[in-house]
């Protein structure tokens, strides 16, 4: 008993008792609104409202159902099994008087050249563009060429009658009808109806015909369909690769003749089917004929030629392709397999490089060492001295840098070994003023270290530090300079101010102090700047509030405009001074 409900189980639509005494072997369904039952030889199809038709067969049957109907598949037949299509039933129900079966009646006549024709398309006048697409449509649903040919001249004639009309519909049919034949042919074997091709699209049609290996068909549809067929050419190829007894030679110059100068064609594919096989010089050989490194390279990671990969990926110019290949090659080579490999490769080297050195400062270590880079080592220890905090870990860190330079043929490497000590002894010498003023010193430059014993008061301490370290007298003079400003040691600086000279010269004292609003203390350098212009001490002397020293510094040169401009900046008392001044220069005129 077969019972079909809607799938909401409310409603029956069709109740059938098949009479069996056995279950069917299958139950399939025969497009949306039919049900087919299968037992060994015979076949029951239950349409809708209960009503049913009976095939039997010769043979065991087997059913395989699709979007439109089922194939009955025998030992000696296929056979499909499908509703009758609502456009076919319009045109060819007998007795039909519908718009398209009349059209196809006209044409009939048309071959006869009888006057029919013209009545029966009076007729149908104003009906005519459904009946030239009711007529498209049946055309596809028929697998008969000799009807597919008059469904679509009916449906030409019509077209030609009616005033506007766009033509797509019938090129695509008459495009789709062309490939369906052409699949239906008995040496192809693929009886596709126009819904399941519609389904299936053109792409996976060509698919199955490079599965099925008949790539000159599926070339040929291809280019019909203006459809790239470089995807054919490689599965040629791959099969070649895959079953051909010649010898590797003669193969991959078969493969190359025939595929070169082809657009769109991945080499890779072909030789990575070559490598499933087994075949690896003929997979390698292969690969030279790929141009796009990025293909090639991790094929031949896999087939373990690490150095090839290697400068392929150097000579692609790709960075990003090199970063990965040197990874790849780190993760799976022994260190000093690794290193040797970037031997006489320096873009490769400097890669490595630039990416330990914010990741991985032991591979750095390793890398240098093996280049025998010893200045580069020495210097990646001497930055990682920097970033300690402990003073021992600092010392013992410099210390191996110094020892690592040791035996170095550079000629810099006695300036750096000199530095390096220098850098133990600032150590020692900073612990040592941490514990004396319990103050942080550790981790300072030495200017820094100068300039904060100033700061601090310690000038004998800071005295000693730039002997010891032989500072340049200038340097010392700028820590010393500053470092008083900041302390506001004004008697120190004025002690100074009685020196005979000073290596950085007056003015800095004069601006530093001048910077403190000290303009007492910065008058007694203005003299001393005795490189300056008479108008630059002028000037200086105005910063100081001391208008008439200003005016007698512009006195002693004669200049008379000066002295008139300084004026408009004296006080009450000050201006008579000016004014005195410019009268004496005027009087001698």
């Not at 071959?111 to 596809?140: E, F």
């Not at 599926?218 to 369909?225: C, D, E, G, P, T």
């Not at 110059?253 to 030789?271: D, R």
Request: glycine share 6%.
């Amino acid at each position: 008993m077969v019972w079909v409900i809607t799938s909401d189980f409310q409603n029956k639509i069709g109740e059938y008792e098949s009479k069996a005494k056995t279950p069917p072997k299958d139950v399939q369904w025969c497009g949306n609104d039919a049900v087919m039952l299968a037992w060994e030889d015979e076949v029951h199809l239950i349409g809708p409202k209960g009503a049913s038709l009976r095939y039997y067969f010769d043979g065991w049957v087997h059913l395989l159902p699709d979007i439109d109907g089922v194939r009955l598949i025998t030992n000696d037949v296929c056979e499909f099994l499908q509703k009758v299509p609502d456009c076919t039933e319009d045109i060819f129900k007998p007795g039909s008087t519908s718009p398209a079966s009349v059209l196809l009646d006209a044409v009939d006549q048309l071959d006869k050249k009888s006057p029919k024709a013209d009545a029966n398309i009076r007729l149908i006048r104003p009906n005519l563009l459904d009946a030239v697409g009711t007529c498209i449509q049946a055309a596809g649903q028929e697998f008969s060429v000799h009807w597919q040919k008059q469904l679509l001249k009916a449906a030409s004639f019509g077209k030609s009658i009616l005033d506007l009309y766009s033509s797509d519909d019938f090129v695509d049919m008459c495009e789709a009808l062309r490939i369906l034949n052409a699949m239906r042919d008995y040496r192809i074997g693929l009886p596709l109806s126009y819904d399941q091709y519609q389904r299936l699209t053109s792409e996976k049609l060509i698919q199955r015909l490079i599965n099925r290996h008949e790539y000159h068909l599926a070339i040929r549809l291809s280019n019909y369909l203006r459809l790239p067929v470089s995807k054919i050419h490689v599965h040629w190829a791959s099969q070649k690769v895959r079953t051909s007894t010649e010898d590797e030679d003669t193969i991959c110059h078969t493969v190359v003749s025939k595929l070169n100068n082809k657009p769109g064609i991945s080499f890779e594919v072909v030789a990575r089917a070559a490598y499933d096989e087994g075949r690896s010089h003929l997979a390698t050989q292969l690969l030279n004929h790929e141009t796009r490194a990025g293909k090639q390279v991790p094929l031949l990671l896999a087939m373990e030629e690490d150095e090839i990969a290697l400068d392929k990926a150097l000579e692609s110019g790709d960075i990003d392709l090199v970063f990965f290949v040197l990874l790849q090659l780190k993760k799976k080579l022994p260190l000093a397999s690794f290193f040797r490999l970037l031997t006489n490769r320096p873009i490769a080297t400097a890669v490595v490089e630039s990416s330990a050195k914010g990741q991985d400062q032991e591979l750095l270590k390793d890398l240098y060492y093996q280049d025998d880079r010893r200045l580069d080592g020495a210097n990646l220890l001497f930055g990682e001295a920097l970033n300690q905090t402990v003073p021992q870990t600092k010392t013992d860190k410099l210390k191996l840098a110094a020892k690592l330079l040791g035996d170095s043929k550079d000629p810099t490497s006695t300036l750096y070994t000199r530095s390096y000590a220098e850098a133990q002894a600032l150590i020692r010498v900073q612990a040592g003023l941490d514990h004396d003023f319990d103050a942080h010193y550790a981790g300072l430059s030495l200017n820094e270290t100068i300039l904060r014993l100033v700061k601090n008061g310690y000038g004998k301490r800071a005295a000693k530090l730039q002997s010891d370290f032989k500072i340049p007298e200038k340097t010392w003079w700028w820590l010393r300079l500053r470092g008083l400003v900041a302390r506001r040691d004004f008697g120190e600086l004025e002690e100074l101010s009685k020196q005979r000279r000073s290596p950085i010269g007056w003015e800095a004292f004069f601006n530093e102090v001048l910077g403190t609003g000290q303009q007492k203390l910065a008058a007694l350098f203005v003299p001393k700047c005795t490189g300056l212009s008479a108008q630059e001490r002028s000037e200086m002397w105005v910063k100081c509030g001391m208008i008439v020293k200003a005016g007698e510094e512009l006195a002693k040169v004669k200049d008379v405009n000066g002295l008139e401009e300084l004026r408009g900046k004296a006080r009450a008392g000050e201006a008579a001074e000016i004014d005195r001044m410019v009268a004496q220069f005027r009087s001698r005129r």
